[in-house]
C-alpha cells in the first residue's frame, strides 16, 4: 500500500524558515515525480512545487518561486520542501502527493495518493 | 482568483444528478487533460477522475467527467449523503509551466 507522511509543520515567525518532509513508502519512489500542494484555512487547493523521479527536473508556483527549494533523497524515499522568507499567505496545511509519472508528462498526469497533510503557521 | 473557474456551491437531493462544471482557457484545460479531486470534510483530498473521464479502481461508476473545448464537468449520479464533500478540477498550463485548480464546489446533499 502506497503511504505519504508528512511531517516538519509548525509556527513560524515571518521572514524564517523551515523545512517538511514526506516520508513514502509502498513503491519504488525513484521512478515517480513528486509533488506539493497547499490548501491555505477555509480556502482551495494551490499547486506549490513537483519534483521529476530524478530529481533533475524542478517546478514551482510563482508565488513561491525563488523562496522555496523542492528536493528528494531517493536513497531515504523521502521528499521535502525547503521554506525561507515565510510569509503569512504561506500559512496552510502541505500535502505531498505522488505523480503517475516520472517525469515530463505533466500534461496528462495527476496526483494519486496524497498525504494527510502537515500545517504551517507564520505568524508573529 | 483561481486560474480554473468553478461553482462555489452545489446542491441536490437523495439519488438526484448532479453537474459541477469547470472552465479554463487554451493553455490548460484547452490542451491537456483534466482531473477532479474528492476532499471529504476534515480529510485529504483523493484522486477521483484522471484524464479527463477515468475513473480510478474504487471508485463508483456514478461519478463520471467530460472535457469538451476549454471545459469540463464532473457528473455524479444517484447521489448520496457521503458524496458531501469539496469537488476541484485541476489541470497542467502550459503558460505557466504548472499545474492549476478550480476554486472548489462545495456539494451539498439536502
Known amino acids: 500500500e502506497v503511504q505519504l507522511l508528512e511531517s516538519g509543520g509548525g509556527v513560524v515567525q515571518p521572514g524564517g524558515s523551515l523545512r517538511l518532509s514526506c516520508a513514502a513508502s509502498?513503491?519504488?519512489?525513484?521512478?515517480?515525480?513528486m509533488s506539493w500542494v497547499r490548501q491555505a484555512p477555509g480556502k482551495g487547493l494551490e499547486w506549490v512545487s513537483t519534483?521529476?523521479?530524478?530529481?533533475?527536473?524542478?517546478y514551482y508556483a510563482d508565488s513561491v518561486k525563488g523562496r522555496f527549494t523542492i528536493s528528494r533523497d531517493n536513497s531515504k524515499n523521502t521528499l521535502y520542501l525547503q521554506m525561507d522568507s515565510l510569509r503569512a499567505g504561506d500559512t496552510a496545511i502541505y500535502f505531498c502527493?505522488?505523480?503517475?509519472?516520472?517525469?515530463?508528462?505533466?500534461?496528462?498526469?495527476?496526483?494519486?495518493?496524497w498525504g494527510q497533510g502537515t500545517l504551517v503557521t507564520v505568524s508573529s | 482568483q483561481s486560474v480554473l473557474t468553478q461553482p462555489p456551491s452545489a446542491s441536490g437531493t437523495p439519488g438526484q444528478r448532479v453537474t459541477i462544471s469547470c472552465s479554463g482557457s487554451?493553455?490548460?484545460?484547452?490542451?491537456?487533460?483534466v482531473n477532479w479531486y474528492q476532499q471529504l470534510p476534515g480529510t485529504a483530498p483523493k484522486l477521483l477522475i484522471f484524464?479527463?473521464?477515468q475513473r480510478p479502481s474504487g471508485v463508483p461508476d456514478r461519478f463520471s467527467g467530460s472535457k469538451s473545448g476549454t471545459s469540463a464537468s464532473l457528473a455524479i449520479s444517484g447521489l448520496q449523503s457521503e458524496d458531501e464533500a469539496d469537488y476541484y478540477c485541476?489541470?497542467?498550463?502550459?503558460?505557466?509551466?504548472?499545474?492549476?485548480f478550480g476554486g472548489g464546489t462545495k456539494l451539498t446533499v439536502l
Open positions: 485541476a489541470a497542467w498550463d502550459d503558460s505557466l509551466n504548472g499545474w492549476v
Open positions: 509502498g513503491f519504488t519512489f525513484s521512478s515517480y515525480a
Open positions: 502527493a505522488k505523480n503517475f509519472y516520472h517525469s515530463g508528462n505533466y500534461p496528462v498526469d495527476w496526483f494519486d495518493p
Open positions: 484524464r479527463n473521464n
Open positions: 519534483i521529476s523521479g530524478s530529481g533533475g527536473s524542478t
Open positions: 487554451s493553455s490548460n484545460i484547452g490542451s491537456n487533460t
